[in-house]
């Protein structure tokens, strides 16, 4: 069974940085990609960034795009996610997933449908 499980949120002044982590275990790590989503009140979850499970390749959601890093540590089973220059509208639950599908990267993994396991949720706040 994966687990997932997100830290790091906070509040931060607009901005600001945070670096939220993500420990992953149950299976192998470094045969999966791994994403952020996030969760604003009364909005749908949206993509943020994937990563490829050799951590090559990346796609950014464009809200986002030079602002936040995603990256892995597959010796550590985790994932990061960098946030810098944060903004009000970066307020959200931030979630961390991967999906069942072995080796799998492209385009498709910005859609949450894709995903089968999630974390429970890191709260961050970006207040000015």
């Known amino acids: 069974q994966v687990q997932l499980v997100e830290s790091g949120g906070g509040t931060v002044q607009t901005g600001g940085s945070l670096r939220l982590s993500c420990a992953a275990s149950?299976?192998?790590?470094?045969?999966?990609?791994m994403a952020w989503f996030r969760q604003a009140p009364g909005k749908e979850r949206e993509f943020v960034a994937v990563i490829r499970w050799t951590g090559s390749n990346t796609y950014y959601a464009d809200s986002v795009k030079g602002r936040f890093t995603i990256s892995r540590d597959n010796a550590k089973s985790t994932v990061y996610l960098q946030m810098n220059s944060l903004k009000s509208e970066d307020t959200a639950v931030y979630y961390c997933?991967?999906?069942?599908?072995?080796?799998?990267?492209?385009?498709?993994?910005?859609?949450?449908?894709?995903?089968?396991?999630w974390g429970q949720g890191t709260q961050v706040t970006v207040s000015s």
């Open positions: 149950g299976r192998t790590f470094s045969d999966y990609a």
């Open positions: 997933a991967s999906p069942n599908r072995y080796r799998s990267f492209g385009p498709a993994l910005r859609n949450r449908v894709e995903y089968e396991n």
